[in-house]
């Protein structure tokens, strides 16, 4: 886990200019359900699969 890189996130996203934004450090496969549906999902490092448990609490925008 990489606490100095999450509170550079939150100090950077989660200002009082962006009431919507918030940054959570949960494992890749379960996400965070309790504020989904999400406009977007942004991961950290790169994946070569989506779990399909991020991909249902995308919010859907004329089917993309």
């Known amino acids: 886990e990489d606490h100095e890189l999450l509170e550079t996130a939150r100090r950077m996203l989660c200002d009082k200019q962006h009431k919507s934004i918030s940054v ?19 991961i950290e490092g790169g994946v070569f699969h989506v779990p399909q448990t991020l991909l249902e609490q995308m ?4 089917g993309q």
């Open 24 to 42: 959570k450090n949960t494992s890749l496969v379960v996400g965070c359900e309790e504020h989904a549906p999400y406009d977007a999902i942004i």
């Open 59 to 62: 919010m859907i925008h004329n």
